[in-house]
């Protein structure tokens, strides 16, 4: 289930897929005491012809290794294609840990 309440945030943005981003914004969320990132648009995950091993597994490794809390908005390069269920407070899980605020969401 999605956390209701973080308490410190980081604010994210552009990854675009690239891992090495990925990795230094997850790092830098720890070092500022950080418990939740939010990615604000054009994150990179579940984008056509593109391998799931080259950005979302590490995404999920990372997540996973560092117990951070992640949201991210679609931006105008991403678009969150399939049928996803939202959990009771209307974020869409849609990688282990990665939790999507669908467009319209508050």
């Known amino acids: 289930?999605?956390?209701?309440?973080?308490?410190?945030?980081?604010?994210?943005?552009?990854?675009?897929?690239?891992?090495?981003?990925?990795?230094?914004?997850?790092?830098?969320?720890?070092?500022?005491g950080c418990d939740t990132v939010l990615h604000v648009g054009d994150l990179g995950i579940l984008w056509p012809r593109v391998t799931p091993k080259t950005f979302d597994l590490p995404l999920v490794e990372e997540l996973a290794k560092t117990g951070l809390g992640f949201y991210f908005v679609d931006g105008n390069h991403a678009a969150l294609r399939g049928d996803y269920e939202p959990d009771e407070s209307g974020f869409v899980e849609v990688l282990r840990g990665a939790w999507s605020a669908p467009r319209a969401h508050r």
């Open 1 to 32: 289930m999605a956390d209701p309440d973080p308490r410190r945030i980081l604010v994210a943005g552009d990854w675009h897929g690239d891992t090495p981003r990925m990795r230094a914004a997850i790092h830098a969320a720890q070092v500022h």
